[in-house]
Nanobody
Framework: QVQLVESGGGLVQAGGSLRLSCAAS????????MGWFRQAPGKEREFVAA????????SYADSVKGRFTISRDNAKNTVYLQMNTLKPEDTAVYYC????????????????WGQGTQVTVSS
């Protein structure tokens, strides 16, 4: 059974940093793209960042470009999201996911999802 478990969320002041981790179990995903999405209250889930299976290709939403960095460690079956210079508008539940294929920025291309971790940025 595939499981994705996120950790690292919490409450932080604006301008601060957090590092999210997502550990996958049940199978290896070294050939699949992985990504992070987020959903704020009253809003639809939106793409945040994606990384290819090798880690060599990444993509970011314009709203987080230059502040967030996605990376992965295939030996640990884990994907990370380093979030710097956080803003109140970054407040959301953050979800990690595994893509059906190599790389995608569309939620429809992701088959496995974690339960989410709350990130709250105070002003």
């Amino acid at each position: 059974q595939v499981q994705l478990v996120e950790s690292g969320g919490g409450l932080v002041q604006a301008g601060g940093s957090l590092r999210l981790s997502c550990a996958a179990s049940g199978r290896t995903f070294s050939n699949n793209g992985m990504g992070w999405f987020r959903q704020a209250p009253g809003k639809e889930r939106e793409f945040v960042a994606a990384v290819s299976w090798s880690g060599g290709r990444t993509s970011y939403a314009d709203s987080v470009k230059g502040r967030f960095t996605i990376s992965r460690d295939n030996a640990k079956n884990t994907v990370y999201l380093q979030m710097n210079t956080l803003k109140p508008e970054d407040t959301a539940v953050y979800y990690c996911a595994v893509a059906r294929n190599g790389f995608s920025t569309s939620a429809a291309s992701y088959d496995y999802w974690g339960q989410g971790t709350q990130v709250t940025v105070s002003s």
